[in-house]
């Protein structure tokens, strides 16, 4: 199985602040990589999917990049609505994995 | 359109099965590569994958739970069903089922998610 690590599993920020999280493959997953956020109590919704393509309808504000076995999570200004976590997901092979998430906090 | 709802027993007792049913609106299961997956979370933990199905049938599972999983569909109502043998306390969740989507194609892959998903239903697992 492909172990994902995301880091950091928590961080506190500021509405406006610059936001990265970061995945980590055990082996490649050829840009097959999803981010997905998840509010309390809610399901979770996609945001990326292919390491960097913009799901219909997510602001513009995150974007992804990365490629091989590492790839990012960027919020370029964090909004009040995006205090959530966030866990990233391989869909290279099977079995699909998830990261262990990253609670995005306010500061 | 597109909506997932998952259907079934909230409580179960250890060493009981477990019969999950996802029911989709939106879309057809039997639509070229159309897939349904199963996700479940522990009450304060992380996603966990559990199985998903094909329009073409083809199925794949957790590696852990492999032993214990069916996954199944039938065309005609829009359904997808999960059954998870031998129910431990271990096994409470929330489980979600979601569409596979399908972003783009290249020429040698195509790219996706899950997306969207179902609301979730909690199981808890108790005598």
């Known amino acids: 199985d492909i172990q994902m690590t995301q880091s950091p599993s928590s961080l506190s920020a500021s509405v406006g602040d610059r936001v990265t999280i970061t995945c980590r493959a055990s082996?490649?997953?050829?840009?097959?990589l999803n981010w997905y956020q998840q509010r309390p109590g809610k399901a979770p919704k996609l945001l990326i999917f292919?390491?960097?393509s913009l799901q219909s309808g997510v602001p513009s504000r995150f974007s992804g990049s990365g490629s091989g076995t590492e790839y990012t999570l960027t919020i370029s200004s964090l909004q009040p609505e995006d205090f959530a976590t966030y866990y990233c997901q391989q869909s290279n092979s099977i079995p699909r994995t998830f990261g262990q998430g990253t609670k995005v906090e306010v500061k | 359109q597109v909506t997932l709802k998952e259907s079934g027993p909230v409580l179960v007792k250890p060493t009981e099965t477990l019969t999950l049913t996802c029911t989709v609106s939106?879309?057809?299961?039997?639509?070229?590569?159309?897939?349904v997956t199963w996700i479940r979370q522990p009450p304060g933990k992380a996603l966990e994958w559990l199985a998903h199905i094909f329009s073409d049938d083809d199925k794949s599972y957790s590696t852990s739970l492999k032993t214990r999983l069916s996954i199944s569909k039938d065309t005609s109502k829009s359904q997808v069903a999960l059954i998870m043998t031998d129910m431990d306390p271990a096994d409470t969740a929330t489980y979600f089922c979601?569409?596979?989507?399908?972003?783009?194609?290249?020429?040698?892959?195509?790219?996706?998610?899950?997306?969207?998903w179902g609301q979730g239903i909690l199981v808890t697992v108790s005598s």
């Open positions: 082996q490649s997953v050829n840009y097959h």
């Open positions: 979601a569409r596979i989507s399908v972003g783009h194609c290249t020429d040698t892959s195509c790219y996706g998610g899950f997306d969207p």
């Open positions: 292919g390491a960097s």
């Open positions: 939106g879309f057809s299961l039997s639509n070229l590569r159309m897939g």
